[in-house]
Structures are given as structure tokens and as C-alpha cells.
């Protein structure tokens, strides 16, 4: 199974960025979804996750308020639309799947994963 997360670039802190994370359809089918990121010298940290119906989700504190994450059963994608950017959300960004369809922000219940993309906030 194989994922593709493509949308990172740089931006100046305030700025918007959208993230996208493509698999197949039947990549999709029953499977929650989340995103996670990793800061130079930092570890893993969620960012946020979906459950396989939407539209219901789960967000780090670091990002509430200011990140939205959203799929396309349709399309196979899904997505992280990311507002207010700061320097602090500098880091490699990875979409995951989990063979469940329930909502999980722990990355060791994601069974497969997609390569990063990368962000950078300047200040």
C-alpha cells in the first residue's frame, strides 16, 4: 500500500498551506487516516487524524484552531488545510493509514505510510 503526500513548500508565518495525501480507493476503504509531522532533531508527533466516515477528528493542541484535516472518499485523498502557519510547524509532514476505521492519533496503530513532505515557516 503506498501513499503520496505532495503540497509542502515555504512560507512566511501567518501564511496557508494545503497538503494532500493520495492512495487508491480501495487504499481507503475502511481505513482512518492521519497526519504527522518530525522537526529537525525532534521526535514524531501527531498532528491530526480522521476516522474512515468523517467527519469527525482529532487535533494536537499545538495546531487546534488553526488546521483542518478532511478526505475525498471519492478521490482517495485527503487532506491537511493548514492556517496561521508559525515557525514552530516547521517539519517533514507524513500521511498514514490504519487498517480501522476508528480514529487514532498514535502512530504505532498506523499500518502503512506515505513519504514526507516538507514545510518551512519563516519568521
Same mark, same amino acid.
Given at each position: 500500500v503506498q501513499l503520496q503526500a505532495s503540497g509542502? *513548500?515555504? /512560507?512566511?508565518?501567518? *501564511?496557508? =498551506? #494545503? =497538503?494532500?495525501? !493520495?492512495?487508491?480507493? #480501495? $487504499?481507503f476503504s475502511n481505513n482512518a487516516m492521519g497526519w504527522f509531522r518530525q522537526a529537525p532533531g525532534k521526535e514524531r508527533e501527531s498532528v491530526a487524524a480522521i476516522g474512515w466516515g468523517g467527519p469527525a477528528a482529532l487535533y @494536537? +493542541?499545538? /495546531?487546534? *484552531?488553526?488546521? !483542518?484535516?478532511? #478526505? +475525498?472518499? /471519492?478521490?482517495? !485523498?485527503?487532506?491537511?488545510?493548514?492556517?496561521? =502557519?508559525?515557525?514552530e510547524d516547521t517539519a517533514v509532514y507524513y500521511c498514514a493509514g490504519r487498517r480501522s476505521a476508528g480514529?487514532?492519533?498514535? @502512530? $504505532? !496503530?498506523?499500518n502503512y505510510w506515505g513519504q514526507g513532505t516538507l514545510v518551512t515557516v519563516s519568521s
Open positions: 509542502g *513548500g515555504s /512560507v512566511q508565518a501567518g *501564511g496557508s =498551506l #494545503r =497538503l494532500s495525501c !493520495t492512495g487508491s480507493q #480501495r $487504499t @494536537a +493542541d499545538s /495546531v487546534k *484552531g488553526r488546521f !483542518t484535516i478532511s #478526505r +475525498d472518499i /471519492v478521490k482517495g !485523498t485527503v487532506y491537511l488545510q493548514m492556517n496561521n =502557519l508559525k515557525p480514529i487514532s492519533m498514535s @502512530a $504505532t !496503530t498506523y
